[in-house]
């Protein structure tokens, strides 16, 4: 098979193939994870639910967490 007579899904096939046999199933998802694109607005998004919190009532979570576990 040739670059040329390959369709797309099977250039991507034997993409995967060679990244997974040259890094294993643990780095294949850590590569493939840097192109996630995303959506949304995450500063917008952090805003609406972080805002409503002071420093001093996130950090006696966090040590609450740390505490519990």
Do not use: C, K, S
Not at 25 to 52: A, I, K, M, S
Not at 62 to 67: A, E, H, T, Y
């Amino acid at each position: 098979m040739t670059a040329m007579t390959m369709t797309l899904e099977q250039i991507r096939v034997i993409g995967y193939r060679a990244l997974l046999r040259e890094l294993g199933p643990v780095n294949l998802v850590r590569f493939l994870q840097q192109f996630e694109t995303g959506y949304g607005d995450y500063t917008q998004e952090r805003h609406e639910w972080l805002d409503q919190y002071t420093v001093e009532e996130i950090a006696q979570e966090v040590q609450r967490r740390r505490d519990a576990g």
